[in-house]
């Protein structure tokens, strides 16, 4: 029986698309739906060994660039609560922020919070392009022992 059901996305066109596909079905099937978005980490060398040379990038710099790219994630996870809400109001429909490896976290929150289904685009916003799907959606493929539907 499936009565939860986790969304990772990532603001990208599949990852919507498989928003919409839960929500039809979580409908059908009277199930939660949560709304999970990671916000990947960003590592860069940030200090130079060489005295008097100052790195091209500062602590301050990736504090901000973190910020911003957090901000983003906020929003992608705003839009689809309010484009869940509008398309099924009388869904129970929540969202959740995290950060860190999107792949693992999407298998750890699976497998700790007991969700019956994941569904997830079958790529996302990295760019790279991998021969079927993507490096994210193959991870969690990969190590996730819930049934995962993916959406092209």
Do not use: Q
């Amino acid at each position: 029986m499936i009565k939860r059901i986790l969304v990772p996305i990532d603001g990208s066109e599949p990852s919507n698309r498989a928003l919409d596909y839960a929500l039809d079905l979580a409908e059908e099937l009277d199930a939660e739906v949560v709304i999970l978005s990671v916000v990947p980490p960003v590592i860069l060398p940030v200090f130079s060994e060489e005295p008097g040379i100052t790195p091209i990038i500062t602590p301050r710099d990736i504090d901000r660039y973190n910020s911003k790219l957090r901000a983003t994630f906020e929003n992608v996870l705003t839009e689809a609560l309010a484009r869940a809400r509008a398309k099924k109001p009388n869904l129970r429909v929540s969202t959740k922020l995290l950060e860190g490896r999107p792949a693992d976290k999407i298998v750890e929150v699976a497998e700790r919070e007991g969700f019956d289904l994941i569904i997830m685009g079958s790529r996302g916003l990295s760019g790279l392009r991998e021969l079927l799907l993507g490096s994210t959606t193959r991870r969690v493929a990969d190590h996730c022992t819930k049934p995962l539907l993916i959406i092209k």
